[in-house]
């Protein structure tokens, strides 16, 4: 099954037509050559960027020498009033010192800590799910996904349900502030002088403020607890408790709160895309339903979730397609060489999981959904050299094992309970958000499977 891709896919633009195409939507502008090219240069009256698709540079930039190429400041204009200083956006030695608290909460060993609160928030999910379809209807699953992953979030995180008060304004304050906000990678690509008012409109600064004022209570009555030895054992605690090995501190409530921010929007906008692009790849493809379903008897428990390799095949090959962050970017700090072009200082480099995953020198039928590549040998040097849907390198996403655990958890959990069928007309068409979702939302027709498998109990 070929997976649906952006609308058009131009192969020679001028550069104001690719202006206007990314003013509309970043994925529909790529040209069809940048998916076989090993790099490319945009020029702009003000800055040069340059999209890095070989592997070679990938890991210059990422793995080897990540110092000389920080992320871009560009980035962090639109994110800044809703994250402040947050890993997500710093750089140099206040980056390292946050990841060295952060990192030890998100341990393989310590995760498994985190899986029972995932079974509830899929619990949860399923029986929202199966009361909203009562004998079957057509569902908008985007909006599903998001309710679900920002549940396992405040689960994990807080140990609270999203229909906790705090927990479910919280959401609704992010929903609103992601529609005030445009593309976010928009400012690394085009060429927008600095006085052009760009993404701190008013609604989206009150937004975030509101967000931050939510969170801040809540880590603060977490502080609270934690004094009075009364905080339960969840992600929140772990950070907060956690000292810097090198200088002994812990996060001050001030700086927890950006991590909560960062830890909330990177957390749940991107299982939620990933989530939902997987559930609309397996109505598409009812032999990979049905596989994932079938796999899905075994699960009792979360433990069981290990288990469930057919949901994790379906789930990479997923991030593969539709990897929720398709772009990053970095900054070069000085002049460099790269196949054998000058790149200037302050150059704007572009490390694209999106276009590595569908590179046509570096995959099999790239745009073709076949989950069953990842168990064959021959595609060992495609996941190696291009497959990054977390990126690589010490600033890989610390949450990585996490979603890994969650998505295909979530996945096995809602098709062994509802079955899922593409609606003709409505086939769903990626644009880039925030993260990669689809324009009109992704409407499949849900009815509910068998009463036994839906029983819940576990
Ligand atoms: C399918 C789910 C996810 C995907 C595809 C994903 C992908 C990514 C990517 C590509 C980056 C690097 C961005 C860049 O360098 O510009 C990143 C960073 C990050 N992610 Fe994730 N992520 C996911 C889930 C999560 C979860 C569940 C959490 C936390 C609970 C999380 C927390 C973070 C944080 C804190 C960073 C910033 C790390 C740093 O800059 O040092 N992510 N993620």
Known sequence: MIAPKPKSRPDRVSLWRYMQLFRRDILSAQPERLYRAWMAEFRTPFFRSYLANDPALVRTILNDRPADFPKSNRIGEGLRPLLGNSVFLTNGATWEKQRRIIDPAFERGRLAQSLPAMWDAGQAMVARVLDQIGTGTEVEIEEITSHAAADVIFRTLFSIPIEDDTASAVFHEFRRYQRAQPILNLAAFVPLPKWVPRFHASDTKASARRIRTLITDLTRRRMTEIDAGTAPDDLATRIMTTRDPETGDAFTIDEMVDQVAIFFLAGHETSASALAWALYLCAAAPKWQSAITQEAGELHSAKDAKRLTTSRDVFRETLRLYPPVPMMVREATKPETFRKRAIPKAAQLVLSPWHLHRHTRMWDDPDVFDPSRWQMPESKQSIRDA??????????????????????????????????????????????HLTVRARDGIWLHASPRRAQATDGSG
């Open 387 to 432: 497959y990054m849907p977390f990126s690589t390198g010490p600033r890989v996403c610390p949450g990585s094992g996490f979603a890994m655990a969650e998505g295909p958890l979530l996945l096995s959990m809602l098709l062994r309970a509802v079955e899922l069928a593409p609606i003709d007309g409505k086939t769903p068409e990626p644009v880039a």
